[in-house]
């Protein structure tokens, strides 16, 4: 989920929407682009690296064997769908089960390891029984901040948040397996609807909703084109995913309110490649650039070079990849996916502040074929609980009533109107409008760049541990 920054907005009032203006300037600048790709290639190889260790450097390689433990679970669950298929050799856990349930004829008693369904429906607590998750990829501190590598001190530290830790791990493991299903699935033609309740299925049921306890963190994203961020469908919504639209899949898991936060662009016709390159070596610049005590202008003007070297052809024009620079990433808390602090995407911000040690963060850039700036646009189905929510009496009963509601299911995580008709609400239109005009439920309309123009999107969530900077997000695609 995106930050728009307000003060940036202020500042540039007088903005026109005009059409997207083709820049011919930049054509001959070619050789950029293949320092991009080579080194994004060079990353990949690293990270499978990295991972291949990662799992022995904790001692939990455990992660191997827990398949086998989880794989009973799931035999049971198969057997309602798989009886014919099913040849009657049973293990030895598997016959005992079959006699308590007379019902069934046969088994499946496959023995492989506890693998993920399609779609997801395997809770990750049974596909790592032993309740430890897998570590996201770590960078080492460079500069003044070298020795925390092996500083004693901050390792205590370490152990002392593994919990809170292994909590955010489980988020991001959920992300990547829905994720994975919903970047091989989801295909124009498709409805927006279909979309977003894909993602969210297997959320719910690889997290194992429960209250406040796990769930979805945050609406699931799904912007078109020249819309950038908060837009998902409200019921009614026909709108269906075509071959040429860019779409940011942008979605949230939170284990006991520590969210991962995460996205990427889909699109399926080849001609929009740059843009969607430019974004995801822009945020990995963003990433690799954050750190304990860095400046967050720093961070914004290592994205905005990236940008710098980026354009691309679109039937015929060509235009400047641009920052969208009123859209930021942010710090994360427990419930809480804006906390203080906004990490800008432009070399201008002016802002000085720094990240500090155990801050989790979203680094997520965005960019655009239009002017690089977005407006509120369309009609508004994001909606969150203010954290500072002032403690006004509501008056108007059914406002009152939605108000109990959303407190009992979101508390303050961000929802959307398909979330509020799920749990049963009902006309609920004119007292959410009553909430937000009283301050106490904040709304987040979708944000759009100039029409006709196209935006992308790549988003982390990483964490500034005492030793090192865990991307907690990654995965093998992105
Ligand atoms: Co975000």
């Avoid at 203006?21 to 290639?41: C, F, I, L, R």
Wanted: with cysteine; glycine share 8%; charged share 30%.
């Amino acid at each position: 989920m995106a930050i728009e920054e307000e003060s940036l907005a202020k500042g540039v009032e007088n903005v026109k929407i005009s059409e997207d203006t083709p820049v011919e300037q930049k054509q001959e600048e070619t050789g950029t682009n293949d320092t991009g790709s080579t080194s994004a290639a060079k990353k990949k190889k690293k990270n499978k690296k990295k991972k291949a260790s990662s799992g022995t450097t904790n001692g939990n390689e455990e992660g191997v064997t827990d398949g086998v433990e989880g794989a009973e679970d799931e035999t049971k669950e198969d057997n309602d769908e798989q009886e014919e298929s099913a040849p009657a050799t049973a293990g030895g856990e598997g016959a005992s089960e079959g006699a308590a349930k007379k019902k069934k004829k046969k088994k499946n008693k496959k023995k492989s390891p506890k693998t993920q369904t399609e779609p997801p429906t395997v809770p990750v607590s049974k596909l790592f029984s032993n309740g430890v998750f897998p570590e996201g990829e770590n960078h080492e501190y460079r500069d003044d901040n070298t020795w925390r590598t092996t500083s004693e001190e901050k390792r205590a530290a370490e152990r002392d948040a593994y919990d809170d830790y292994n909590d955010m791990r489980k988020a991001a493991e959920v992300h990547r397996q829905v994720r994975a299903y919903a970047r091989k699935t989801i295909k124009p033609g498709m409805s927006m609807i279909d979309i977003c309740e894909t993602i969210e299925n297997g959320t719910r049921s690889l997290v194992e909703e429960n209250g406040l306890e796990a769930g979805i963190g945050f609406p699931t994203g799904c912007s078109l084109n020249h819309c950038a961020a908060h837009y998902t469908p409200n019921a009614g919504d026909k709108t269906v995913l075509s071959y040429d639209d860019v779409m940011k899949i942008d979605f949230g898991v939170h284990v006991k309110g520590r969210i991962i936060d995460s996205a990427f662009t889909m699109h399926f016709n080849p001609k929009y490649d740059k843009l969607i390159e430019a974004a995801k070596e822009a945020t990995y610049a963003g990433i690799n650039e954050a750190g304990i005590d860095v400046r967050l202008c720093d961070i914004g003007a290592a994205v905005h070079e990236v940008y710098d070297s980026y354009e691309i052809e679109l039937d015929g024009k060509t235009y400047d990849i641009k920052p969208i620079r009123n859209l930021n990433g942010h710090t994360i808390e427990p419930y809480h996916i804006h906390a203080g602090k906004s990490v800008p995407i432009v070399r201008d911000s002016g802002d000085e502040t720094k990240l500090e040690e155990g801050e989790q963060v979203a680094i997520e850039t965005f960019c655009s074929t239009g002017r690089g700036y977005v407006i509120e646009d369309g009609e508004c189905s994001h909606y969150a609980k203010a954290h500072d929510a002032p403690h006004v009496p509501i008056r108007v009963p059914r406002a009152k009533s939605l108000l109990a509601s959303i407190n009992r299911h979101f508390g303050t995580l961000p929802f959307c109107r398909r979330y509020l008709d799920r749990v049963g609400e009902e006309k609920y239109l004119l007292g959410l409008r009553n909430l937000v005009s009283s301050g106490v439920v904040t709304a987040y309309p979708p944000l759009c760049d100039t029409r006709g123009s196209y935006t992308a999107q790549l988003e982390h969530t990483i964490l500034l541990k005492p030793t090192c900077k865990e991307i907690l997000s990654k995965g093998d695609d992105y």
